[in-house]
């Protein structure tokens, strides 16, 4: 299957327990999803405050469960960060984040939330995806 959607992915907190500088353990099907999301097309782009030593550390991590990415820290493969000439934001479609609103949902719900298009709103204090919301009774001729 073709596809050109990207999606940049945090490791602490996100892929592994936050544990930085260590490598944390794995959250519960951090790497099922990112392979599935990988067999499905999706370009992953590792996205993360780690470098040097402890990024190498992340991204052998990461191959040694079977994720290879499209990019780290970057756009894309190969781009060479200039501070003087582009910004420092990705070029991501989804951005996946343990400090994402709302928190972190899990590998489950990421993967309903990309699969199925599922949007969010804000109910009270809560940020919610849809596929969380309670279902209103409507009202109505046909309802």
């Known amino acids: 299957m073709l596809n050109n959607k990207k999606i940049a992915v945090d490791f602490d907190g996100t892929i592994v327990d936050d544990a930085y500088p260590a490598i944390g353990k794995a959250k519960i099907f951090a790497f099922e999803t990112l392979k599935k999301l990988q067999s499905q097309g999706f370009r992953l782009i590792l996205w993360t405050y780690r470098h040097g030593k402890t990024l190498d550390e992340a991204v052998e991590f990461c191959r040694q469960n079977g994720i290879e ?6 756009s894309f493969e190969g781009e060479v960060f200039d501070s003087e000439a582009q910004s420092r934001k990705l070029d991501a479609d989804w951005f996946i984040d343990d400090r994402n609103l709302g928190g972190f949902p899990g590998w489950g719900e990421i993967y309903n ?3 199925e ?4 709103r804000v109910e009270g204090k809560e940020v919610l995806a849809y596929s969380k919301l309670k279902k209103e009774k409507k009202k109505g001729l046909f309802w």
């Open 69 to 74: 990415f499209y990019a780290i820290n970057s």
């Open 113 to 115: 939330i990309i699969n």
């Open 117 to 120: 298009r599922i949007e969010f």
